[in-house]
């Protein structure tokens, strides 16, 4: 997945601000809290990292192209840097993406959840 191709399928998902933080890094944020985080290497090459649930981050950390996300993961925190397509490829990334975006949603507040939509009162 290219940077445009990141960005442009992060842009689709609802509710969803843009910001280029931490030197480089493509920053996707659903009701201001982060659920998604790119930049591009050095060799070009894409890496991403994503909130995730317990079992998909027990499984994918172990997965060749996939780490816990660095400074995340070791605090605890259930995030994955998919670093290549060895075990994710795009279609995939896009579903854990989704996904990333919906478990973030689901924590902001009830009150903040029926502003944006996620919630009928």
């Not at 981050?57 to 994918?60: A, S, V």
């Not at 996300?69 to 605890?76: I, K, M, Q, V």
């Given at each position: 997945m290219t940077l445009d191709e990141y960005n442009d399928y992060c842009s689709q998902l609802p509710h969803t601000t843009?910001?280029?933080q931490w030197g480089a890094a493509h920053v996707w944020k659903v009701g201001g809290k982060v659920f998604v985080i790119g930049n591009v290497q050095d060799d070009g090459s894409m890496h991403c990292s994503f909130k995730t649930?317990?079992?998909s981050?027990?499984?994918?950390k172990?997965?060749?192209g996939c780490q816990g996300?660095?400074?995340?993961?070791?605090?605890?925190m259930k995030w994955i840097q998919r670093?290549?397509?060895?075990?994710?490829?795009?279609?995939?990334?896009?579903s854990y993406l989704e996904m990333s975006h919906k478990l973030v949603a689901a924590g902001l507040t009830k009150k903040l959840q029926r502003e944006l939509g996620f919630l009928k009162d």
């Open positions: 843009h910001v280029v649930t317990e079992m981050f027990d499984i994918l172990e997965q060749p996300a660095p400074y995340l993961a070791s605090r605890g670093s290549s397509e060895e075990t994710l490829s795009d279609e995939d990334l896009k």
